[in-house]
């Protein structure tokens, strides 16, 4: 299916490559449909990547893989908020965070309180919020993502 987006021009979207949102992403539960597009490099892909909607050509969030930035970043979440993704092997789940992009990018951010979780085998994804108060809303990243690049 072709998709008409606002960034990235009008992009193929096959169904094996689509996200559905069981309920919606927080603040915006009528957007169930997505697709992740990231940027190809030539160590591979991009740190940040997009969760496009498939619905809303304007509507692309940033998001990330946690564990870039925070290796042990493991939320607890109750398995009842899991069940209507299916079956959740690890080796099936995917987690992103969302990135906040402020105007000043030494306050770059991403939102370590409301992840997305992905089950890859059946392409249904949710957005949770998790009780354990270690993880901030807004966990600052420009520092490690600068050092990490200059590590390269």
Not at 40 to 46: F, S
């Amino acid at each position: 299916m072709e998709v008409k987006t606002r960034l990235f021009g009008t992009i193929e979207v096959k169904k094996d490559k689509q996200i559905h949102f069981v309920n919606g992403i927080i603040g915006f539960p009528e957007m169930q449909d997505f697709t992740l597009v990231f940027e190809e490099t030539e160590e591979g892909k991009a740190s940040i990547s997009w969760l496009q909607s498939i619905q809303e050509p304007d509507f692309a969030l940033p998001v990330m893989d946690p564990l870039i930035l925070i290796p042990d970043y493991n939320p607890v979440v109750e398995d009842e908020l899991l069940k209507p993704l299916g079956e959740m092997k690890a080796k099936d789940t995917f987690v992103m965070v969302t990135v906040t992009v402020p105007e000043e990018m030494k306050d770059l951010s991403v939102n370590l309180k409301a992840p997305l979780i992905i089950n890859a085998k059946t392409r249904k994804a949710c957005q949770i919020i998790v009780d354990n108060q270690d993880y901030s809303v807004k966990y600052p990243i420009y520092d490690i993502l600068t050092e990490e690049k200059a590590g390269e």
